[in-house]
T-cell receptor, first 114, second 112 residues
């Protein structure tokens, strides 16, 4: 149990489908993140939310749409994805403070786009 | 040149061996250094967290940072098959969660 829970763990979707990934953190943190992990590549930061406000969007295509209704929940809405979007999508959270911090990841959602 | 370089492996060692995993980096402003362990089909798990140069030990694991050489290491003593995983290094200037730069990960296999 990592304190960050992601659902679903596995998802297969067609290019015309609409689906959502869900993340919930039980650590009392004030920041949440979406990362993409593809084979042989470093983790790619997609979105950052601090106190449920989006503070960073790393040039992510609009077919990925995040939503953060409160500081404990984060969604990633998916629509008209491409096969190259197949990857492990990781949610993470952290407590932002002046003394440095690090992030804690969920187990990830394995996405396959067919 | 990548900001963080990490040999992808795979690295295969016998049980009980001492394992050395390494990352080099180019940004001299990095001050916070982390190691994550990622089992197959799981999310990364924080293993070690260090600030600035020096060593930090936790059980069988030792993290070492040499800022002058821009080089960090993770040592695993008495390696076990359960240590078989991918090890990711990560680092940042300010410690902020949104400013982490990750390596690609080194795959480690500890064999019986």
């Amino acid at each position: 149990e990592t304190g960050v829970t992601q659902t679903p763990r596995h998802l297969v979707m067609g290019m015309t489908n609409k689906k959502s990934l869900k993340c919930e953190q039980h650590l009392g943190h004030n920041a949440m993140y979406w990362y993409k992990q593809s084979a042989k590549k470093p983790l790619e930061l997609m979105f950052v939310y601090n106190f449920k406000e989006q503070t960073e969007n790393n040039s992510v295509p609009s077919r990925f749409s995040p939503e953060c209704p409160n500081s404990s929940h984060l969604f990633l809405h998916l629509h008209t994805l491409q096969p190259e979007d197949s990857a492990l999508y990781l949610c993470a959270s952290s407590q932002e403070d002046r003394n440095g911090n690090t992030i804690y990841f969920g187990e990830g959602s394995w996405l396959t786009v067919v | 040149q990548k900001e963080v370089e990490q040999d992808p492996g795979p690295l295969s060692v016998p049980e009980g061996a001492i394992v050395s995993l390494n990352c080099t980096y180019s940004n001299s402003a990095f001050q916070y250094f982390m190691w994550y362990r990622q089992y197959s089909r799981k999310g990364p798990e924080l293993l070690m967290y260090t600030y600035s140069s020096g060593n930090k030990e936790d059980g069988r694991f030792t993290a070492q940072v040499d800022k002058s050489s821009k080089y960090i290491s993770l040592f695993i003593r008495d390696s076990q098959p359960s240590d078989s995983a991918t090890y990711l290094c990560a680092m940042s200037e300010t410690g902020g969660g949104n400013k982490l730069t990750f390596g690609t990960g080194t795959q480690l296999k500890v064999e019986l």
